[in-house]
């Protein structure tokens, strides 16, 4: 008797699509959405680091803020936006911005990506605390404020003699980082 793939029988119940596809963890999300709070979404691609602030609505999800790290270009970023550092400054400035339309909190929804330490996720959302949102967090997960700041890529590039990228002197990199941070502290949003 061969071995099938597909299920038979009239009690068999095909699964939501965005569960088959792997894209959507459900348990996780009851999870989140029964906690009553914003979720701060997080998603990562090949150029930017973007994050959101969502509520739960009577038809399904609703945007409340959105911002990526694209946005960065506006305070004088020139760096690569898919570093850790871009991670931050964007998570800070969702922070900013959701502290000037009167959200407090929100919780971290990390979709499908792992809970790597000192990951892109934990350092976007170190910087949204660190604007003023609270959420819940553990400082484990964050990693070091050097590794933040860029101070890794910085080395790299030293020992590599790889010192630019796109025309970017990594070398600098934590130089600038500072630089950014400080004018969007200084920014009213």
């Given at each position: 008797m061969g071995v099938t793939n597909m299920a038979n029988g009239p009690r068999y119940k095909v699964k939501m699509r965005r569960r088959r596809e792997g894209a959507t963890n459900y348990n996780r999300r009851l999870a989140l959405l029964k906690s009553g709070i914003p979720r701060l979404v997080v998603r990562i691609s090949n150029k930017y680091?973007?994050?959101?602030?969502?509520n739960l609505g009577p038809i399904g999800d609703h945007t409340i803020l959105s911002v990526s790290s694209k946005d960065l270009s506006a305070y004088g970023w020139t760096a690569s936006t898919t570093n850790i550092p871009a991670a931050y400054l964007t998570g800070f400035l969702l922070g900013k911005k959701a502290l000037s339309t009167g959200i407090k909190e929100a919780v971290l929804d990390i979709g499908l990506h792992s809970?790597?330490?000192g990951s892109k996720v934990f350092a976007l959302h170190k910087g949204a605390i660190d604007a003023g949102i609270e959420s819940p967090h553990g400082e484990v997960a964050f990693g070091s404020w050097e590794r933040i700041r860029g101070e890794h890529i910085s080395e790299f590039a030293e020992e590599t003699k790889n010192k630019l990228s796109n025309g970017f002197d990594l070398t600098t990199l934590p130089n600038h980082f500072d630089e950014v941070l400080a004018k969007l502290e200084e920014a009213s949003l």
């Open positions: 680091t973007s994050a959101q602030i969502i809970g790597t330490k």
